[in-house]
């Protein structure tokens, strides 16, 4: 029987390299011949750049950009070998892990950073840039990129703004650059969510609270976002603000769209494509799959939905081991999930899952193995 373990990363616990290698080795435990392929995966948010460059040939560039508060940090992203695409993650740059609790506050914050990596793609040779705009510190709208490749922002007096969350309400003219970045680059900002810009369902509503804004922060926010979605509307001739994934990263969708002229697309998609995912599909009998939770938003636009989508077309039966199951059989059955199992051994404390996930994965793993093999599915030809 061959399985093909395909498993994003369990958040704050393992990466998706370990959680297909916990898979694989509980398999092995059951002793009855499987043959595996691990395939780590990703859908766009923080260390897709390490699975695409286990999956690619490509290097690690490593260059030293601004934080989040304009400190220096040595932040990586990817370049293919011909040098002609680049991956880049946002949150290496301007992600809410880099700061701590205290220091957290979308009002101050800048993704002055990503303008600097992108840049350095741009030098590098790359022509095809793909970002990936996940695990976000900002509400920027993307204006702190913009002035790493040589916008300005200025006030109603003509004087020069600090690019910021909180300064988006003061911001009356947007100056381009004086050296453009090559025309014929092509940015792909990868999205997996539908956000517009501004207003309940926005970037500062939905979630500034998770970057430290308080509710009058939020309020002070949204109004900033529907500023500069205005302004971004009547230089652009589109409707940016009201497009779906504007509100992406604190706005850097929208920023994204008018300053680079992006498309906005489906990150696992995207990465399931690059890496080739397809092919390895179709040489398998069995899907095995991870997240650390499934839930009803699991199976919109994350990877679990867009694998189980795929192997539904092949008929490939998909399984999926998650730290904290909620969905019912019924949810499981319209996702394409033919069986879900929480890998929890009992009723534990959140530590103790986090401390145990490795371990707990590689006992699910051999069990699903053993049940394998009972019903004859998975046992060895004899010869």
Not at 323 to 339: C, F, I, M, S
């Amino acid at each position: 029987m061959r399985i093909l373990i395909a498993s994003d990363s369990f958040k704050d616990a393992l990466s998706a390299t370990r959680v297909c290698r916990a898979i694989g080795r509980g398999l092995k435990k059951a002793g009855h011949g499987f043959s595996t392929q691990l395939f780590p995966l990703a859908d766009g948010g923080e260390g897709t750049a390490e699975i695409l460059a286990h999956h690619l040939d490509g290097q690690m560039r490593e260059l030293t950009v601004k934080d989040p508060l304009y400190r220096p940090h040595t932040a990586r992203y990817l370049l293919s070998r011909d040098k002609q695409v680049a991956f880049i993650e946002m949150a290496q740059a301007a992600g809410l892990d880099l700061l701590k609790p205290a220091e957290r506050d979308p009002l101050e914050t800048t993704t002055w950073g990503v303008g600097e990596l992108i840049r350095d793609a741009v030098e590098s040779g790359a022509e095809r840039i793909l970002l990936a705009i996940g695990g976000s510190a900002t509400n920027d709208a993307g204006t702190g990129m913009a002035a790493a490749l040589g916008y300005a922002f200025l006030d109603k007096t003509g004087q020069a703004l600090e690019p910021s969350g909180k300064n988006l309400i003061r911001i009356r003219t947007i100056v381009p650059p004086k050296a453009p970045l090559a025309g014929n680059l092509r940015v792909e900002v990868l999205c997996d969510v539908s956000n517009p810009l501004f207003g309940p369902a926005g970037a500062a509503f939905v979630y500034a609270p998770q970057k430290g804004a308080d509710p009058e922060q939020v309020r002070v926010l949204d109004e900033g976002l529907r500023h500069i979605g205005d302004l971004f509307d009547r230089a652009s001739g589109k409707s940016i603000a009201a497009m779906p994934g504007s509100g992406a990263a604190g706005g850097l969708g929208a920023g994204a769209v008018f300053f680079l002229d992006a498309v906005l697309q489906p990150g696992a998609e995207t990465i399931l494509e690059l890496c080739r995912f397809d092919s390895a599909l179709q040489t398998a009998d069995l899907l095995i799959t991870g997240e650390g939770r499934l839930d009803d938003q699991t199976l919109n636009g994350k990877l679990i939905g867009t694998l189980c989508r795929k192997a539904r077309l092949h008929q490939i039966p998909v399984v999926a081991l998650c730290g904290d199951l909620r969905l019912t059989a019924e949810k499981q059955a319209a996702a394409g999930l033919t069986a879900a199992f929480s890998i929890a051994p009992g009723p534990i404390s959140l530590e103790e899952a986090l401390s145990g996930t490795e371990r707990n994965l590689e006992k699910t793993a051999e069990d699903i193995g053993r049940l394998l093999a009972i019903s004859g599915i998975g046992r060895s030809p004899v010869g």
